[in-house]
């Protein structure tokens, strides 16, 4: 590993276990033992996204944990995850999920899923991705929601998905000729 790479592996450590903090820049950088400037771009060229959307995605994906997770409020999710504002973290999820905080809380309990019911139609497709979705084995129920998104990010809603009941095969159908990033994501529990 070379020092670029120690230098945002730190950086990523620091988001995790600070995420909850209003973490800047120049903060992030320091923990890495670099000048902003030149983190940034070190750590753009080795994620492939900024330092800012790094910590937005965390932020978010300890949101959606919380939101599945525990009864708490929309709102006190939003502060827990580092949010001063109810009206910033709503828009910022909504925009990244593609449905509020609250309604993503309801459909998740429900089972259903937005791509699913119909409720953005499909983009012109011009090819079909397959793969394998693998994982130990669990004795709680494994839903696993499989998507192709179009940044190494997880934001907004994928270009096609599938959701798997347990580990096995997955097809994502109609995806447009580009750059991808395939993602998985399981959640335990019943559905």
């Not at 937005?56 to 944990?65: E, M, P, S």
């Not at 459909?107 to 259903?112: A, H, K």
């Not at 998905?161 to 447009?176: A, E, F, H």
């Amino acid at each position: 590993m070379d020092m670029t790479e120690f230098a945002v592996e730190q950086a990523i450590s620091t988001m995790w276990n600070r995420y909850d903090e209003p973490l800047s820049l120049n903060e992030i950088a320091d923990s890495a033992i670099l000048s902003k400037f030149y983190f940034s771009r070190v750590f753009r060229t080795k994620t492939g996204t900024s330092p800012g959307r790094f910590l937005a995605a965390i932020r978010l994906h300890r949101a959606k944990n919380l939101l599945l997770e525990s009864p708490i409020s929309v709102t006190e999710v939003a502060f827990r995850v580092g949010y001063n504002s109810l009206g910033t973290f709503t828009s910022r999820f909504t925009r990244s999920v593609g449905v509020s905080p609250g309604r993503y809380r309801v459909m998740s309990q429900s089972g259903r899923h937005a791509l699913l019911d119909g409720e953005r139609p499909a983009p012109p497709g011009r090819c079909t991705i397959r793969g394998v979705v693998r994982a130990n084995e669990s004795e709680q129920p494994l839903r696993i929601y499989v998507g192709a998104f179009s940044s190494p990010v997880v934001e907004g809603l994928p270009v096609s998905c599938d959701i798997l009941y347990g580990p096995g095969p997955y097809v994502l159908r109609d995806v447009p000729a580009g750059v991808w990033y395939v993602r998985a994501r399981p959640r335990l529990g019943r559905w």
